[in-house]
Structures are given as C-alpha cells and as structure tokens.
C-alpha cells in the first residue's frame, strides 16, 4: 500500500532512494501534481506491466491535466461571465427567430481568425446575452482570452481612466483579449422595428 510521500512496496533500499529523488526533482520542478500521483502510477505501472514510456506518459499527461485545468479556471476568472452558460443550454425552440445554424457556426469561433465583429440584434428577451454568454465560454473552453462587459461599465471605465490620465492603460486592457464581450442590455436604438426576431450582423 502507498500514501502520499510513500515508495511503493516491493523496494529496495536503492530503489527507495531513487524514488525520494525523483519526487524531490518532480517538488522543484513545480510539478507538484505529478509528484502527489507519482505512487500511484509506479504502483499502476508495476500491476499493468506498463513500460518505461507508458508510465511516463500517464504521470506527465496527469501533470498536463491538472496544469490546463488551472489554466481554465483562470480563464474564466478573467471572463467575468455574468453566468455559467452554455450553448447546449440555448432552447432554439422556444425562440425561432434566432438562426441555429448561424449561431452553430458562429460556435465554431472562425470569425476571430478573421477579427470579425458580431452583432447581436433584436428586442429584450430573445437570448441576445444569453447567446453572448455561450459563445464567449465556448472561446474560454477553446483557449482564448475573453472579457465580458456591459456597455455602461466600459463607458464608465473609459470615462474614468481618461480622467484620471490612464486612457492608454485602459486601452491596453480593453484590447489584449481575444474576445471582448459588450452587453447592450436594452438599447431602444437597434431595437426598434425588430419585431421578435434575433438578428446576427
């Protein structure tokens, strides 16, 4: 049996030694999460008959996990989505004026290859931030940098940051996701004679 710290059973004295220094190189490298599982997988490793590369691999690809893991979350702390949603949680039924295909392509994310601004059109309560909301996860999900704002809050910044003499500095902020998020919320101007339709420009 193993626990944390712990050589697996069946070892010598050599091997015990080999074993501490391989978690103490593992702790320096700040690997710590390879370390913490590096029992188990040698025990994994011995009762699998896995080779050398094998156990390797599952030990760093545990480490990897755990480290894109982080990353992820920081993402989303960074994001600062209002809320949790996702496209799979998007009910086209009950709103057919928005474009399913056209919101699944979106989905794909092509359009920040090509730097393209999309425009969520159409009167409260058709799922414009909502929409919003799940295509900006789904570019968390996928890796990039996202900030999700509303449009009164980015003003207020701007506003405040000109002020104060920090326009470049707001700037910067503003302009280093790839993905940035701006919530009209109810803005009369775009939806005047949309009807009950969700248009995407």
Same mark, same amino acid.
């Given at each position: 049996?193993?626990?944390?710290?712990?050589?697996? /059973?069946?070892?010598?004295?050599?091997?015990?030694?080999?074993?501490?220094?391989?978690?103490?190189?593992?702790?320096?490298?700040?690997?710590?999460?390879? *370390?913490?599982a590096?029992p188990?997988?040698?025990?994994?490793?011995?009762?699998?008959?896995?080779?050398?590369?094998?156990?390797?691999?599952?030990? @760093?690809?545990?480490?990897?996990?755990?480290?894109? *893991?982080?990353?992820? #979350?920081?993402?989303?702390r960074?994001?600062? @989505?209002?809320?949790?949603?996702?496209?799979?949680?998007?009910?086209?039924?009950?709103?057919?004026?928005?474009?399913?295909?056209?919101?699944?392509d979106?989905?794909?994310?092509?359009?920040?290859?090509?730097?393209?601004?999309?425009?969520?059109?159409?009167?409260?309560?058709?799922?414009?931030?909502?929409? #919003?909301?799940?295509?900006?996860?789904?570019?968390?999900?996928a890796?990039?940098?996202?900030?999700?704002?509303?449009?009164?809050?980015?003003? *207020?910044?701007?506003?405040?940051?000109?002020l104060?003499?920090?326009?470049?500095?707001?700037?910067?902020f503003?302009?280093?996701?790839?993905? @940035? /998020?701006?919530?009209?919320?109810?803005?009369?101007?775009? #939806?005047?004679?949309?009807g009950?339709?969700?248009?995407?420009?």
């Amino acid at each position: 049996m193993t626990g944390p710290g712990t050589a697996p /059973v069946h070892t010598t004295s050599a091997e015990a030694g080999i074993y501490q220094r391989l978690r103490a190189h593992l702790a320096y490298l700040k690997l710590l999460d390879a *370390a913490q599982a590096l029992p188990a997988v040698l025990d994994q490793a011995r009762d699998e008959g896995l080779g050398l590369t094998a156990a390797l691999e599952r030990l @760093l690809g545990i480490e990897a996990a755990a480290v894109e *893991a982080r990353r992820q #979350a920081g993402r989303l702390r960074f994001a600062s @989505l209002p809320e949790p949603w996702t496209l799979d949680q998007f009910d086209f039924a009950a709103q057919p004026g928005v474009d399913e295909a056209l919101v699944r392509d979106l989905a794909t994310l092509r359009f920040l290859d090509d730097a393209t601004n999309v425009l969520l059109i159409g009167p409260p309560g058709v799922g414009k931030t909502m929409l #919003a909301i799940c295509l900006a996860r789904a570019a968390v999900d996928a890796g990039h940098r996202v900030y999700f704002t509303s449009a009164a809050d980015l003003a *207020a910044r701007c506003h405040r940051a000109a002020l104060e003499g920090r326009w470049n500095t707001c700037m910067r902020f503003f302009a280093g996701p790839k993905l @940035l /998020v701006i919530d009209l919320c109810r803005h009369r101007d775009y #939806a005047e004679g949309a009807g009950d339709r969700l248009r995407v420009a």
